[in-house]
């Protein structure tokens, strides 16, 4: 219970700080990568680590598993 309290709190933390508005008037960051055609680069460089991450986790799973059956046996 408390647990899912904080991260409830912790959600709503982080939703009121996604509403804060650009007062200074500058275009965002996302914006001005792509107007100059970067954003495909950063989008890939997240992609490639996400992918990274999700053969690293199958890899540990795989692994996780073949201990847990010596054990058993």
Do not use: H
Not at 27 to 55: C, H, Q, S
Not at 68 to 73: A, F, G, L, V
Request: glycine share 4%.
């Amino acid at each position: 219970m408390k647990k899912t309290l904080s991260l409830i709190i912790c959600l709503l933390i982080s939703v009121s700080l996604f509403a804060q508005d650009n007062a200074a008037g500058e275009p965002e960051m996302a914006d001005k990568l792509f107007a100059d055609g970067r954003i495909y680069v950063v989008v890939a460089v997240v992609a490639t680590i996400f992918a990274g991450i999700i053969v690293y986790l199958i890899n540990l799973d795989s692994k996780i598993s073949k201990l847990e059956k010596q054990i058993r046996k």
